[in-house]
């Protein structure tokens, strides 16, 4: 079992960066493969970026691609969100998620594969 808690989000302005963490709890967080997705007001909860249990493999969704990027420190139980040129958008509510996976494989697109969920932070982007 593993427990996920973000930290980060924030109000910035359009063009800025911004930079999410997920701490997990847990001696078995390797084991994890962790994504983020994000849910803005009205919508659907959509994924966002993925990465495998070592951190060798990431997948991003489209609409992030080349601003988004993904990675993981095992030793510290963290997984990061690096946002950049962000856009008015990308405001919702950003939360980690931790499906246990066997082997190296890319993160699922799919919320109802992943067992363990954070509580969200919200990422407000103004124009």
């Known amino acids: 079992q593993v427990q996920l808690v973000e930290s980060g989000g924030g109000l910035v302005q359009a063009g800025d960066s911004l930079t999410l963490s997920c701490a997990a709890s847990g001696r078995t967080f390797s084991t994890y493969t962790i994504a983020w997705f994000r849910q803005a007001t009205g919508k659907e909860r959509e994924f966002v970026a993925g990465?495998?249990?070592?951190?060798?493999?990431?997948n991003n969704a489209d609409s992030v691609k080349g601003r988004f990027i993904i990675s993981r420190d095992n030793a510290k139980n963290t997984v990061y969100l690096q946002m950049n040129s962000l856009k008015p958008e990308d405001t919702a509510v950003y939360y980690c998620?931790?499906?246990?996976?066997?082997?190296?494989?890319?993160?699922?697109?799919?919320?109802?594969?992943?067992?363990?969920w954070g509580q969200g932070t919200q990422v407000t982007v103004s124009s």
């Open positions: 990465i495998t249990r070592s951190g060798g493999f990431t």
């Open positions: 998620a931790a499906d246990l996976a066997w082997s190296e494989i890319l993160a699922s697109k799919i919320s109802g594969e992943y067992d363990y």
